[in-house]
Each structure stands twice: as C-alpha cells, then as structure tokens.
C-alpha cells in the first residue's frame, strides 16, 4: 500500500489568507484525491487530481477557492485561498490503487 | 450519487460485548463497499472492503462485514470487542470510479 505524507500536519492561519498543503506519495500514482473533514462530521470530496489533466471538482467546490496542482505522479498540492472561519477542518489527500484509497494523516487547519 | 447512511451516531459497549454496524447506500448500479476506521489521533484505515464475490468479508483485527444487496446494506461486525477497538468507523462506497462516498460514521467506545 502507498505511504502518504502531508505537509504540514496542522496549522492556524487568518482569516482571508491562503495555506498550501502538500501531499507526498511514496510511489507513482495516477489518481489523487483531496477530502475535507468539517468537525464533527464526515469526510467531503473536494476533488480529483489525476496527473496530466485539471482537477475536476465536487458540487460545491470551485478551482479558485481550492487550486490543485499535481506536477507529477507521486506529488499534489491543494491551497485554501481566501479563508473564512468555516474553512476550519482536516484536509486529506488519499491515492487510488488497485480499487483501494490510502489515506494521508491530515492538515489541521484553524482560521480565525 | 450515491449517498451512505450510518444507523447509529454513537455507540458505548463494555468489553466482550459484541458489535454491530448498521450502514446502508443507496445507489442503483454496482458498487464497491468499504468500511474505514480511525483510531484516536491516527489517520483513516482501511478496515475491510467488498468488491464482487462471496457477500461475508472478514477484514483485520476480527472485524467481518455482510453484503445485503437487497437491502443496499453492508454491516459490520465484530463478535467480541476489545477496549483497543474505540474509534471512529466510517462505511463508504463507490461507484467503481474510485469517488468515495462516506456515512456520517459512528463513533464506537468501548469500556474496559
């Protein structure tokens, strides 16, 4: 199974700032996906970052609130632009293999 | 789209006990059906999963799941719990596209 590491791990930012969160895969990939998990509740797709096309986005969710990158197979970036207090949550990048989802440990983020 | 329901919000068993899962999709085509469990302060893992085959799936740490499919359901189970199974379980499923769709989870404590 795929090792997933984020970066960072948790962070408290302002409000109507940006945070990039990296995620590293310790193989190639072809398809990423980044979730959110609002306290409290379940885990959201946000969007499905497959190298070499856009990310193609979940209702809800557009590109300029939520730019991914995905340079290469084994790296994604997603940046939360513009953050409110409601964008407080755990953001999780998960890869797809084999009819599986590994799941990265989370970004941790507060806006205040 | 698909969407998952989770029967039970919170549930508190003591030691031994046994348990059980309600989780139930709703979804016309086939799907593939997983059940993930996040222990406090660790990341989602997967916990079992169903594909096609034999509808009883045993996954690790003793935890099986049956695969209902005329009742859209795919339940979990485990005979006797420990006071290291108290976590968080969340049932998901998808459409063979790798989106997953999660319940709301259920929040399992186990007493010693």
């Known amino acids: 199974s795929a090792v997933i590491s984020q970066k960072p791990s948790r962070d408290i930012c302002q409000r109507g700032t940006s945070l990039t969160i990296q995620c590293q895969v310790d193989s190639q990939v072809t398809m990423m996906f980044w979730y959110r998990q609002q306290p409290g509740q379940s885990l959201t797709l946000i969007a499905t970052?497959?190298?070499?096309?856009?990310?193609?986005?979940e209702s809800g969710f557009v590109i300029d609130k939520f730019p991914i990158s995905r340079p290469n197979l084994t790296f994604s970036t997603l940046t939360v632009s513009n953050m409110s207090p409601e964008d407080s949550s755990i953001y999780l990048c998960s890869v797809g293999q084999s009819n599986e989802q590994y799941f990265g440990p989370g970004t941790r983020l507060t806006v205040t | 789209a698909q969407s998952v329901s989770q029967h039970n919000h919170h549930v508190i068993l003591s030691e031994a006990a046994s348990l059980e899962l309600g989780c139930n999709y709703s979804?016309?085509?086939?799907?593939?059906l997983f059940w993930y469990v996040q222990y406090p302060g660790q990341h989602l893992q997967l916990l079992l999963k169903y594909f096609s085959g034999d509808p009883l799936v045993k996954g690790i740490k003793g935890f099986e799941a049956e695969f209902i499919k005329s009742k859209f359901s795919f339940n979990l189970r485990k005979p006797s719990v420990q006071w290291s199974d108290t976590a968080e379980y969340f049932c998901a499923v998808n459409a063979r596209d790798y989106k997953l769709s999660f319940g709301a989870g259920t929040t399992v404590t186990v007493r010693a």
């Open positions: 979804y016309g085509g086939t799907v593939n």
């Open positions: 970052a497959n190298q070499g096309s856009e990310a193609t986005y």
